[in-house]
Each structure stands twice: as structure tokens, then as C-alpha cells.
């Protein structure tokens, strides 16, 4: 391979990295939105999050870049730029798939703690942010850090948009060089490395939230990993 | 935004060809999943590194890359090599492939959860290797995880349209064909939006039907 095609490679983790942050930003907003509307005290707000969660864990991330990218622009009359309209749809996917996670985590404090915050007389919110929250984060990291490595796997879809993305600049070297098996085994080994980085600091980032709270990190991962479109059912 | 139900009509013999191709995806695509994630999670037990390492590392590899890359990988490369399948073939193998190194977890997780009395018991009447595995751990084991590999089914479904990037004209390989001969992108595509919400709202409940079935 020629370095102009490596150049090509190394834009393409660029336009990757970009839509993993931003992405990785708003399943973020979005999952501790809807995860805390889902254990909320008014039986509609409850729903409208639980009905969000339903339809977008429901349908295909890329049916909804999809339609992202060609329903959106007619029918509201204006057209995100591709970088924007990526990261909406892999945000809101995959936002819900984290809310589910929100919800279980603060769900699975031990509800004394809620009643010890009502015996003191704290304010819902402070109920939340003071109490809850900070115990119920450190037992999300390992679900999202799986989650995290699914969004990775989720960015390549936008090539099928013809976004130039990693998996994008791959099928452009397999078209200059009319060859494919090294230049898609460099695309994978470099997704591979880029899961493995971002594991390895969401580990480091779990004992540190861990510690926090008086807990150790558990020594090994027992979580199991959810896949891509991650299962309706749970 | 102006809605054309003729257009609707019109996708419709489109989304019928589509939602077989989709099914079918669907149903090969998990069967290889369940099998080959049970040879996995099989050699994953053999008491040497030589076996566990490797298997180990393919199956993580695996796991944390893109299948929409292995799907074009398998479709591109393969030909290299001489080996030439239709691309919906290519596509089941790939998707198999990809949830096989899940279900792998989800068969570990049986297997572990099989109480240690069971081996002692086996260990006990003197039972062969082969007899342990098929008679007193795998029934107890496979019955465990029949709901997670569920999940895993319901999960691949989602992730059939990547197949359309191989040529498969499946759900959304249809959808994409008509919008861009009809020039109506809104339709097909909403539809097929809707079905995969109802195809998988639908195979959530039957699970968790068979869920409180297998628990009583």
C-alpha cells in the first residue's frame, strides 16, 4: 500500500473517532434522560420513555440512519449535514439501549437508601443526584463499556451512506488496488485495537468510580457483552 | 410531509419478497449461531492453552469488530481465494459467524451454572467423558440459556439489513431498490421501519412466554 492510500485510511479513523465521540455524547444525555424518566414517580412520563426505549431498540440502527438520511430531509425540509445526521441516529439507538441500563442500575440500588433520603427529607432531585446516582454510576461502566464497543462496531454502517468513514476508506483502497484481503485485515485489526483502548479505559475509569463509593473492582469482567442490535427482551 | 398510500401498496409485493429473504437470514444465521457457539464454548474447556488461546483470541477478535467489515472481508476475499458462494450465502455465514462468538458467552454461562454435584454425581457413576456432556451437563446446560439465545435471534434480526451492503435483497435491500426507482424514500422505508418493530415487539413476547414456560 502506497502512503496516499494510508492517508485515506488514517482520514477514515478520524471521521470514525469523530462519530464515536459525538455519538458516544449524545446515547449518553439520552440514556440518563430516559433512564431516570423511566423510574419517575407519573405514570406517563414512565411511558413516553418506556415507549421511546420500545420503538428505537425495536427497529435496525441502520434502517434509522436510513431514514435519518432520506426521510428526514422531504419531510421536515431541512438536511443535516452527514457527520450530524450519523450521530443522531446512532445516538438515539443506541441512547436507548443505554437507558435500559440506566434504569437497571437504579433500579438495583438497595431501595434503604431511597428511604434513608426520604427520612432526611431530601428533594427528589437531591434524592437522585446525591444518593442514588453516585452508586448507581459505577455499576453501569461494564454495561456501557460493552456498549460503547457496540456503538464502534455501529459507526460503520454510515459507509453504507457513504460516509467516509474507516469502513468507507476500506472499500475505496479495495477499489484502487483491485485487492482486498490486506487491506480489509488492517480495517479489522484497527477497529480491534480501538475496542480494545476504549475497554481498557473504561475499566480504569470504573475503579476509579468504584473507589469513590468505597468499593473494589470486581478482579474479572463477568458481564456478558450484548451485541449490536442488542436483544428486545431484556 | 405528504404521506402516498399508493406508494405503500405498491412496495407491498416488494416487502413480502423482502421479509422472506429476511426470515430466511434469520432462521440459517441462528442455527449456524447456536452450533458453532457451542463447539466455542466446548473448546473453550479443553484443559490445554494451546486450544483455549487461540479460540480465545478469534472468537474476541471476533466479537469486537464491525460485522458489516467481515461481511464485505468474507464477500470480497473469499472470491480471492477461489471459494465462491451466492452473497446470501455469504451473508448468513457472516452473520452466524459474528453471533456465534456471543452465544459462545451465553453456553459458558450455561455450563458454569450446572451445580458441581452434577459432575461429582457423573464423576461418581463412573460415566465416560462423551456420556457426562450429552446426558448430564448440556440438557441441564442448553435448557438454562434457551432465553438469552432468544435474545441473541432477536438481536440478528436487527442486524439483517446489513446484509443488503452485499448485494442481499432483503427488507431493507427491497426498501432501498423501490425508493430509488420510484423516487418515494418516505414509504418503503417507513414501513419496514414499523415491521422491524413489530417483528421483534412480537418475538419479545413469545419469549418471554417461553421464559415462564421453562421456569415452571
Do not use: C
Not at chain 1, 130 to 153: D, R
Not at chain 2, 64 to 76: A, E, G, R
Not at chain 2, 152 to 169: C, N, Q, R
Request: net charge positive.
Amino acid at each position: 500500500m502506497t502512503s496516499g492510500l494510508w492517508e485515506l485510511v488514517l482520514q477514515g479513523v478520524w471521521v470514525t473517532i469523530q462519530l464515536l465521540v459525538l455519538g458516544a455524547l449524545l446515547a449518553t444525555a439520552v440514556s440518563f434522560v430516559v433512564g431516570v424518566a423511566r423510574t419517575h414517580r407519573l405514570w406517563i412520563v414512565r411511558f413516553l420513555a418506556g415507549f421511546y426505549t420500545e420503538v428505537f431498540r425495536g427497529t435496525s440502527a441502520l434502517v434509522m440512519i436510513f431514514w435519518v438520511f432520506f426521510v428526514l430531509p422531504p419531510a421536515f425540509g431541512w438536511q443535516l449535514v452527514p457527520l450530524w445526521a450519523g450521530t443522531l441516529a446512532l445516538g438515539l439507538t443506541y441512547g436507548a439501549y443505554g437507558a435500559e441500563i440506566v434504569r437497571g442500575a437504579l433500579v438495583a440500588v438497595d431501595p434503604a437508601q431511597k428511604e434513608g433520603g426520604i427520612a432526611l427529607s431530601f428533594t427528589p432531585w437531591q434524592r437522585m443526584r446525591l444518593i442514588l446516582l453516585p452508586q448507581a454510576v459505577p455499576e453501569m461502566i461494564p454495561p456501557f463499556s460493552n456498549l460503547l464497543v457496540e456503538l464502534l462496531k455501529g459507526t460503520a454502517l454510515v459507509s453504507i451512506m457513504g460516509m467516509g468513514d474507516l469502513a468507507f476508506s476500506g472499500n475505496l483502497v479495495r477499489l484502487a488496488l483491485q485487492e482486498s484481503a490486506e487491506i480489509y485485515t488492517y480495517i479489522l485489526l484497527i477497529y480491534f485495537v480501538i475496542a480494545f483502548l476504549l475497554t481498557r479505559v473504561m475499566r480504569g475509569l470504573e475503579k476509579k468510580l468504584k473507589a469513590g463509593v468505597g468499593k473494589s473492582a470486581p478482579r474479572r469482567e463477568t458481564v456478558t457483552p450484548e451485541p449490536a442490535g442488542i436483544g428486545g427482551a431484556r | 410531509m405528504k404521506w402516498d398510500w399508493n406508494a405503500v401498496s405498491e412496495f407491498m409485493p416488494h416487502f413480502w419478497d423482502g421479509l422472506l429473504v429476511t426470515l430466511k437470514i434469520l432462521v440459517l444465521g441462528s442455527l449456524i449461531s447456536f452450533a458453532l457457539g457451542l463447539v466455542w464454548a466446548l473448546l473453550m474447556r479443553v484443559p490445554t492453552r494451546w486450544v483455549t488461546w487461540p479460540v480465545g483470541v478469534v472468537t474476541e477478535f471476533v466479537r469486537n469488530t464491525p460485522l458489516l467489515v467481515q461481511l464485505f472481508f468474507l464477500f470480497y476475499v473469499l472470491p480471492e481465494w477461489n471459494v465462491t458462494f451466492s452473497a446470501l450465502t455469504t451473508g448468513v455465514i457472516g452473520i452466524g459467524l459474528h453471533y456465534s462468538t456471543y452465544t459462545m458467552q451465553v453456553y459458558r454461562a450455561g455450563i458454569e451454572a450446572v451445580p458441581v454435584g452434577q459432575w461429582e454425581a457423573a464423576t461418581a457413576l463412573n460415566l465416560p467423558l462423551r456420556r457426562t456432556w450429552a446426558a448430564v451437563i448440556l440438557p441441564q446446560a442448553v435448557r438454562r440459556v434457551v432465553p438469552a439465545l432468544g435474545n441473541y435471534v432477536i438481536s440478528m434480526l436487527k442486524d439483517t439489513p446489513l446484509l443488503m451492503a452485499i448485494t442481499v435483497l432483503e427488507m431493507l435491500g427491497e426498501a432501498r431498490l423501490f425508493s430509488q426507482q420510484n423516487f418515494q424514500f418516505t414509504e418503503p422505508l417507513t414501513v419496514i421501519g414499523v415491521a422491524f418493530i413489530v417483528i421483534s415487539y412480537l418475538a419479545s413476547l413469545a419469549l418471554r412466554a417461553l421464559e415462564r414456560r421453562l421456569v415452571h
